[in-house]
């Protein structure tokens, strides 16, 4: 600044000093706004705004219209808070373009009657007036494109996007939405330099994906692809380009690869290291999972971290920190970041009072851990846990077996099976087949392990099949329904059904075709191609599927549910349909840009999950158009059956209260059973004071019906409630 541009340090001087400089506007313009800006930030209000008008009013004299605009949206900006001025700044702003008349109507076009802010009518407005015939720009919608015209009069513009030539749009919505490109934008250069944009796809790839981050910011391998092809690179190079370019962009350390796929690719101001820039931001951070997702960088670092004494403190006292902030409320969270610590041997303060490892040695906290974890993180934790207490962990992985998921479940066994415990495993798998209390995991595990299921269980094929029936007449959501769909998959191969029917008589083989012919939840298609399975292997069934109901027999009992029941899989349906199946699709298309599709884990996963959500969604469908929803009122109450209240009287004496609704109520706590449940179906008919043989562990049991009654109100309550959220069918800990 010359020496006569110099503003005076006497106040009482600025004003002959800012009369001084109005002679020399246009050039003097940047140091009058600048002197205005620090005077209305040192509070002197009163004072800048009129000299910001004298400034507008020989702006608009000499014709300098972006001066003047800037100095419209420099005294707006001293004013936010002031929303009360918004008709003077549209004021200002339409006298500050007033020498060009044909450009004034820009500002109605700009939102100061609309509800944002004046900062952002502003960007706008200077965004409308920098359009021209040329003039290059993006849209969210159209992508790149170039102005053909402007009609500032009809308030529209003429575009030429690749996607459409000659697209028009109004002032308004341009001003709101399109982009000016930067000069280096990778669209620019397709523009501008196609053939040299074209050797660089060929020869430097890594320089084309910078430039593509550089034009769009941070995006992931997918964002990435559909930024570039097929405009940039053609679908069919889209798997060499991307090789050639994640090659050149690992030698690169100004880009950041990210460990998960799903996570952005990053272009760095300066290299990235493990420094103490970058430990002095893990030493900020006061949230669990990135303090968590810090740590895992560094353990999958290795030996590129030059530990010292006061970054090993940094990263002990953070992860203490999330570990006492996890607590047991979030115990995969906690697990995780104690094995981190361990991983990066890292002893955590004892000040810091966190929980030790000695606390997932207690069945309902490792059960729910080995629920929430990573399925790739539950063998990791499970051997973790072993180096804690060997026999204590052992132990207690045996009592919670049949709590576990499936998934759970197979890495438990893993690990029990290489130490001295397969025979007491064994022991446990035994006495819930000789129960009949075997579910879906403990089935699905067996017959995948025929060697065990051999030596363990022998001889019990029949008794094997049949709670594999049971349990897939169950209604399952979440990690037990994909553990279901997975059993029933098995029934319908024609080695299981060899295995399972061979030992059985005949007239065993027949009740199993006639079950699975009525089991409820299962797809027709489904149903027949496990029919269908059966008669080849054992033709002499073939009767059974010929059968016809006589004639005489009574009409068959409507399937019906009650209300809560039936909104619950309403709801399910849809959060499928709606939600689940397009996310899924979404994650596929992820996934498929991975690469190599044979090799491709989430790729597999995704369509996998995308076949559950599939069957689900035809199986809830069908569910849905056999079974209607009702509220059981004026129904006989006289005895037992369907919306009745049932009292059994046992031999010593206890009694039980049931409550007996529709093909899908179940509710332990109030009672309430099916009336396809064995319970049900035993008591069907009969009336107060009959002597009756139920199901019971041992076999049967023999008890009274005390008494038959009509639906209580807390039951009938529970029928017209609205039921819980549906669960996602894929919940499970996802990386």
Known sequence: ??????????????????????????DAAPVLLDFLDTQAAQGRLEQADPWSDMLLEALVERGALAPAVECVRRRAAWWLGAPEKRAQWLKLAQRALSPARELQGLVQHAGFEAPVTTTECFRRLNLLLLLKPGLMCLDKTWGFGVVRSVDVFYGRVTIDFEKKRGHEMSLAYVAEALQLP???????????????????????????????????GALTADALQKRLVPDIVAEADW??????????????????????????????????????????????????????????????????????????????????????????????????LLMNADALGLALPEQAHVPTPAIFLEAKLLIATLHDLPVRLAAPFLDWLATKDATRAAELLLSVLPQLELSALTEAMELLLKGDRAETAAQVFRASVARQSAEVEFLLWLFRHPEQLQTWVPDT???????????????????????????????????????????????????????????????????RSAMGCIVKLFPELAGVLANKPEAAAAPARPAVTARRSYRARQLQFEKITNVEIPRIAREIGVARSYGDLRENFEYKAAKEMQTVLLRRQAELEEMLSKVQPSDFRDLPCDRAGLGTCVTLQHADGHRETFTILGEWDREETLGIISCNSQL??????????????????????????????GLSDTIQAWISSEPPPPADVGAEGQA
């Not at 010359?2 to 001087?13: C, R």
């Not at 030059?306 to 969270?333: C, E, M, N, P, V």
């Not at 008589?505 to 006639?514: G, Y």
């Open 461 to 527: 094929w029949p008794i094997l099949a049949g709670l594999a029936l049971t349990e897939l007449e169950k209604d399952y959501m979440g990690e037990r329904l994909r553990a279901q769909n997975q059993l029933r998959e098995l029934v319908e191969v024609g080695d299981w059904v060899r295995s399972a029917l061979t030992p059985m008589s005949a007239v065993q083989r027949k009740d199993f075709l006639e079950r699975v012919k009525k089991a409820p939840n299962w797809a027709e298609l489904d149903r």
């Open 1 to 26: 600044m010359t020496e006569q541009n110099t503003i005076p340090s006497d106040p009482s001087q600025h004003e002959e000093w800012l009369l001084a400089q109005l002679e020399k506007l246009p």
């Open 680 to 709: 049900a179906r035993a008591l069907e008919g009969q009336g107060a004071g009959a002597t009756i043989r139920i199901p019971a562990p041992q076999g049967e049991a023999e008890c009274v019906l005390a008494e038959v009654s």
């Open 182 to 216: 930067a000069p280096d934008h990778i669209m620019v250069l397709r523009h501008q330099q196609p053939d040299e944009l074209k050797v660089m796809v060929q020869g430097d790839a890594a320089e084309v994906v910078r430039r593509a981050l550089r034009s769009y």
């Open 239 to 336: 798997k060499r380009f991307w090789d050639a370019a994640r090659k050149g962009l690992k030698q690169d350390p100004l880009v950041k690869l990210p460990a998960k796929r799903t996570e952005p690719i990053q272009l760095l101001q300066k290299a990235h290291a493990y420094d103490a820039d970058w430990f002095a931001i893990f030493a900020r951070e006061r949230h669990v999972q990135p303090i968590l997702d810090h740590s895992d960088e560094l353990i999958a670092a290795g030996q590129d971290v030059t530990w010292t004494d006061a970054t090993r403190a940094i990263a002990a006292d953070r992860l203490a920190f999330a570990a006492k902030g996890a607590g047991t409320r979030h115990a995969a969270q906690l697990a995780r």
